[in-house]
Structures are given as C-alpha cells and as structure tokens.
C-alpha cells in the first residue's frame, strides 16, 4: 500500500542534543513538507521541498535543518539551537510539484518531549 | 503566520444535527482545502474547492467558498458520532509560498 510513514512515534531528547526524524514516503510525490504543531493550535510550516537537492524554509525554520537527497525521504533534524523543540511534527507529501492542488498526504506524526 | 482563522474553536452538537464551521483568509488563493484531524494522529484531506467555484460536495461533506468575503465554510451534515475531530482549512498562495497555509481549526464533538 501507497503512503507516507513516520519514525519514530515518540521520541524523548535531552538539552542540547540534536535528533532527526524520518519521514518516507512510496507514493512517487515530488513535493514533502515538515509542520509542527503545538497542543490545541494549528500546524506551522518549518521546511519544504518540492524537488530533490532542493528545499526551502518556512515560518518557523530556525533550529531545524533537512536535506532531501532521495526523492522518497526527507528527514527533519532537530538541533540543540530549537529552545522549546516539545511539539507534534507532521510530514506530508503531494503530487504536482508542490501546489497543493491534490492535496497532501500525511504521516501519523512524531511526538518529541524534551526530559 | 496564519492564513486562516477558523470559527468557532469549538463546538458541540447532537448526533444527527448538522455542523457548520468557518473559515476567514487574508489574501488571494488558489484554492481552499479542508483536512480532518483525529486526536494525536495526522491530518486526512476532506475536500479541495478552487478559487473559481463557489460551492462543492462530497457525500455528507458541503463545502463553500465565497472569494470577495475571503472566507469559507465546510458543513457537515446528519452528523455522527464518529465525525468527532478537529477540523482544519489550508489555503494553497502558490506560486508566491509553494506550501498550504493552516489554519488554527475547529474541535468537534459530536455526542451519542
């Protein structure tokens, strides 16, 4: 079956330690997105990418990085400079280069607390 | 920043009653796009209206879209039990931002 997959589910990180989240998806989409959401609100955009080798920042880049050097992977890592990292991060992808004409597909999301 | 507000945060309605969520934007679309959020798992796209068309369906789901208000509206009718969740509008700027703007949503609770 065609979709998008996120790991891990929960994921705990220590002060200053960086952690990377996973993102893949086998629905042959050009374009994926990283958003985080906090408790009750709606989704902010970190990072997205509409072709591989190539991605752009969004609202709430600062403290995160990405690559996308496969067209079905787009990993989020989380740095020691993200001051308040506890959130749930979504990853989406959609066809069409990134217009959102088809609308996204998500993940489950991945849940990171900082202990 | 957030493009579009929903209205209201919350609401609680009857089983069978129909339920009527608001969405206000700031700037022009391409178009507008309703996703549906079950506590603590990821978003499920619902239904997609262009900027041209102004009302769509979608079995129970009735979608509209009113571009010189810059608002939009997703009813969903003969609610049940099972429509409890959180509902999101995006909306799609393209070609200026090449990613859907969310909104803050709207919970809701559907009782037996």
């Avoid at chain 1, 408790?39 to 690559?67: M, T």
């Avoid at chain 2, 549906?36 to 499920?44: D, E, I, K, M, P």
């Avoid at chain 2, 969903?76 to 959180?86: C, E």
């Amino acid at each position: 079956d065609g979709g998008i997959t996120q790991s891990p589910k929960y994921l705990f990180r220590k002060e200053g330690q960086n952690v990377t989240l996973s993102c893949e998806q086998n629905l042959n989409h050009d374009a994926m997105y990283w958003y985080r959401q906090d408790p009750g609100q709606g989704l902010r955009l970190i990072y997205y990418s509409q072709i591989v080798n190539d991605f752009q920042k969004g609202d709430i880049a600062e403290g995160y990085s990405v690559s996308r050097e496969k067209k079905e992977s787009f990993p989020l890592t989380v740095t020691s400079a993200q001051k308040n990292p506890t959130a749930f991060y979504l990853c989406a992808s959609s066809m069409n280069g990134g217009t959102g004409s088809y609308g996204y597909t998500f993940g489950s999301g991945t849940r990171l607390t900082v202990v | 920043s957030q493009q579009g507000e929903e209205d209201p945060q919350a609401l609680s309605i009857q089983e069978g009653e129909n339920a009527t969520m608001n969405c206000s934007y700031k700037t022009s679309i391409n178009n507008l796009q309703w996703y549906r959020q079950n506590s603590g798992r990821g978003l499920v796209h619902l239904i997609l209206i262009r900027s041209n068309e102004r009302e769509k369906h979608s079995g129970r789901l009735r979608v509209t879209l009113d571009t010189s208000k810059k608002s939009s509206s997703l009813l969903i009718t003969a609610s049940r039990a099972a429509d409890t969740a959180s509902y999101f509008c995006a909306t799609d700027v393209s070609p200026g931002r090449r990613a859907l703007t969310f909104g803050s949503g709207t919970r809701l609770q559907v009782q037996p």
